[in-house]
């Protein structure tokens, strides 16, 4: 079965300074990859995804992740941390639930403050 | 593009009173859409799958008579909450998925924070 591993609870950056949230995924097959970020009482907002193609993707928000194979690893990344950053963020796997139906499988979300 | 509304985005009620959350694709149609329940600190927990026209697709443990989903046309599907009791409490999300291709991401609602009393 799909699996995705975000192994930090919370991740604390200095404003300024480049970020990294950490994901690690188990799949059988080609992995399509997802990142979403949630602001307090809200939804999810996508980020950014990996279908095929570039190792390295850019998303919204001037976020990226890198697509590593040997290591199983989409980890999120930023140049430069804003305040504005602080927020949950959700890693994401496919899964094919049922015929041709598709669901995403969510890391635990790993909760990230940036400090003035 | 790709908006997803959801409504309404707090809802306090009494204990036995169902409740009707409603989600709507604004700008898109969306053939597929979901249903989440998140609790405090936690991920989303799939709780089913709605394909416009047809029945939902529950995940394991979710009471289909308990919750009720509507998928009447590719903009709107409502999730009903019946004879809510206060382990109902949680903060429900809906997702779209942008017509039918399985690798487009899913855009989401707000949510609605559901207070039973």
């Known amino acids: 079965a799909q699996s995705v591993a975000q192994p930090e609870d919370q991740v604390n950056v200095a404003e300024g300074n480049p970020l990294t949230v950490k994901c690690t995924y188990s799949?059988?097959?080609?992995?399509?990859l997802f990142w979403y970020v949630q602001y307090p009482n809200r939804g999810l907002q996508f980020l950014l995804k990996?279908?095929?193609?570039d190792n390295l993707v850019k998303g919204s928000y001037g976020f990226e992740a890198e697509f590593n194979k040997s290591q199983t690893s989409f980890h999120l990344k930023k140049p430069s941390a804003l305040v504005s950053d602080s927020a949950l963020y959700f890693c994401?796997?496919?899964?094919?639930?049922?015929?041709?139906?598709?669901?995403?499988?969510w890391g635990a979300g790993t909760k990230l403050i940036i400090k003035p | 593009g790709a908006v997803v509304s959801q409504h309404p985005s707090w809802v306090i009620c009494k204990s036995g009173t169902s409740v009707k959350i409603e989600c709507r694709s604004l700008?898109?149609?969306?053939?597929?859409m979901f249903w989440y329940r998140q609790f405090p600190k936690q991920s989303l927990m799939l709780m089913a799958t709605?394909?416009?026209?047809?029945?939902?697709?529950?995940e394991q443990g979710v009471e289909k008579d308990k919750f009720l989903i509507n998928h009447a046309s590719l903009t709107l599907s409502t999730l009903t909450v019946t004879s809510a009791h206060p382990e109902d409490s949680s903060f429900y999300i809906c997702?779209?998925?942008?017509?039918?291709?399985?690798?487009?991401?899913?855009?989401f609602g707000d949510g609605t924070r559901l207070s039973i009393l």
């Open positions: 997702s779209a998925r942008v017509g039918g291709g399985v690798n487009q991401p899913q855009h």
């Open positions: 700008d898109f149609q969306a053939t597929t």
């Open positions: 709605s394909n416009e026209g047809s029945k939902a697709t529950y």
């Open positions: 799949v059988s097959g080609n992995p399509y």
């Open positions: 990996y279908i095929t193609g």
């Open positions: 994401a796997v496919r899964d094919r639930i049922r015929d041709s139906n598709y669901q995403l499988i």
